[in-house]
């Protein structure tokens, strides 16, 4: 696709139910980033894939959280056992290098847990 | 890990005013880049300021990396409605990109 995909746009969810959201970046490029950005916040490092591997996981709060891009790819992350606090919008960027090069945003999952 | 500071927290302004939005940092920056995010959208690059001193024009804005790289500023020229938006300042840290909490400008027709 032209830019990055993200899906669900809206997801709203009963407090300790799991959810997936998905993100395609864009083809060919390297590098996948998800950020976690609360209400009038700026965005929150969660983790950064270098093709299939998860080079950095030290932004996730929690085992609750966990993401994978099994072929380099689409990636997904998935919160087991919602909670209120993990309401937010999370953001799936990509970059067609390394750390540092220009990010290209999804627009996000708005994820409200009840 | 350095923390980025950005201010004015929010700004509401008419059209055709200039402003000016800045980020700052204990520390040194290796580069800084400029992002603005419109509501219900992903930030979009503005920018990346690399060299101390250094000034980026991009239409009527201009951007400013201080000599010590540790501030950079933002200024916009005649604002106008369209530049509505979240601006944030973003640093490399280690493997992520670390972002400010951003300036939230409202230009008003």
């Known amino acids: 696709g032209a830019g990055v995909s993200q899906s669900p746009r809206y997801k709203v969810a009963k407090r300790g139910q799991d959810v997936a959201l998905r993100c395609d970046p864009i083809?060919?490029?390297?590098?996948l980033f998800w950020y976690q950005q609360a209400l009038g916040q700026g965005p929150e490092f969660l983790t950064y894939?270098?093709?299939?591997?998860?080079?950095?996981k030290s932004g996730l709060p929690s085992d609750r959280f966990f993401a994978e891009r099994p072929e380099g790819s689409v990636s997904t992350l998935k919160i087991q056992r919602t909670q209120q606090e993990d309401s937010a919008v999370y953001l799936c960027?990509?970059?067609?290098?390394?750390?540092?090069?220009?990010?290209?945003f999804g627009s996000g999952t708005q994820l409200s847990v009840l | 890990t350095q923390l980025l500071e950005q201010s004015p927290q929010f700004l509401s302004i008419q059209e055709g005013e200039n402003l000016t939005v800045y980020c700052n940092s204990s520390?040194?920056?290796?580069?800084l880049q400029w992002y603005r995010q419109e509501p219900g959208e992903g930030p979009v690059l503005l920018v990346t300021?690399?060299?101390?001193?250094e000034v980026k024009k991009l239409k009527r804005l201009t951007f400013q990396f201080g000599d010590a790289r540790k501030d950079s500023s933002l200024h916009i020229t005649a604002a106008q409605p369209g530049d509505t938006g979240l601006y944030l300042c973003?640093?490399?840290?280690?493997?992520?990109?670390?972002f400010g909490a951003g300036t939230r400008l409202t230009v008003k027709p």
């Open positions: 960027a990509s970059s067609l290098g390394g750390v540092g090069e220009k990010l290209f």
């Open positions: 083809s060919g490029h390297v590098s």
């Open positions: 894939f270098q093709n299939e591997a998860q080079l950095d």
């Open positions: 520390s040194v920056f290796s580069s």
């Open positions: 300021v690399v060299t101390g001193g």
């Open positions: 973003a640093e490399r840290d280690n493997n992520d990109m670390r």
